[in-house]
């Protein structure tokens, strides 16, 4: 059972669901809808510490930095892709751009040369799963997540990447998943704007997205490869280093040591911007 708890709040969080629980036993025959709720507000606390990427009960999740400069840090999901990466590579190199690459374990596999090309131009490849299962990851056993953290780790390890960062696929969490990613030096990283791109085709509604309340520190999340619609493929990644570049931003990828958890847009970062 030990290998659930990655935080205190796990613990916390499996107790009052389960005194949640027993209470409503108790109480259903004279006060059903306090029963009910004795039943499911526990789900709901629970839920939203699983599935809210800003939660910070399961796991603490990084969503921005600390940096006295107009920076930001430009985070791409789900590559390597042979079509994409290398262009993605180039649009970076033309803007003077540093990136962190969150890469699926089994595309890294496929594509090996593609991960030693992105460390060979300076930028950081990071860890993203080995299948990507956005869809059971909340509810995986923990040697399911072990495993999705293994095998991503060794195909990584070929190409001489030990990454130190790591993102759930949409940024869910899993009881197990604390525990699990300190076990292999593993940081979880958030993001303060992201730009839903599987769902609109339009560049400047997702620019707009991820640009929205831009602030330095920021942490910016934009994908390649076929999940993004073929209307954007690329166009918004470039589109949105055109605006960082009109705005004075400089892309970078920061330090440990200024990582911060929780509100992406506090007082001390002064906003700047678009
Ligand atoms: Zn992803």
Request: proline share 8%; glycine share 10%; net charge positive.
């Amino acid at each position: 059972m030990g290998s659930l708890s990655g935080r205190p709040g796990v613990w916390l969080l499996v107790i009052v669901n389960l005194a949640g629980k027993f209470a409503a036993v108790f109480v259903a025959s004279p006060a059903p809808v306090t029963a009910l709720a004795l039943w499911l507000g526990p789900d709901a606390l629970l839920a939203y510490h699983l599935f809210a990427m800003r939660a910070q009960g399961l796991v603490r999740t990084h969503r921005r930095f600390r940096t006295g400069r107009r920076e930001v840090w430009l985070t791409i999901d789900d590559g390597p892709d042979p079509d994409d990466t290398p262009r993605i590579l180039e649009l970076l190199a033309a803007h003077g751009a540093r990136a962190t690459f969150f890469v699926i374990g089994e595309n890294a596999a496929r594509h090996p040369d593609l991960i030693r090309a992105i460390v060979a131009a300076g930028h950081e490849v990071a860890h993203h799963t080995h299948t990507h299962p956005l869809a059971w990851f909340w509810c995986a056993s923990p040697r399911r997540v072990k495993h999705e953290l293994e095998a991503g780790l060794a195909a990584l390890r070929v190409t001489g990447v030990q990454p130190t960062r790591f993102r759930p696929p949409a940024g869910i969490k899993n009881l197990a998943l604390g525990r699990a990613l300190r076990a292999r030096g593993l940081t979880c990283i958030g993001w303060s704007a992201r730009g839903r791109e599987s769902r609109r085709d339009d560049v400047d509604i997702v620019a707009a997205r991820v640009l929205h309340h831009l602030a330095p520190g920021a942490i910016l999340l934009l994908h390649e490869g076929p999940r993004v619609p073929p209307a954007i493929r690329l166009h918004a990644i470039r589109h949105v280093l055109q605006r960082l570049r009109d705005e004075g931003y400089r892309c970078v990828v920061p330090g440990p040591e200024q990582l911060v958890a929780g509100d992406p847009n506090p007082g001390s970062n002064r906003r700047v911007g678009v």
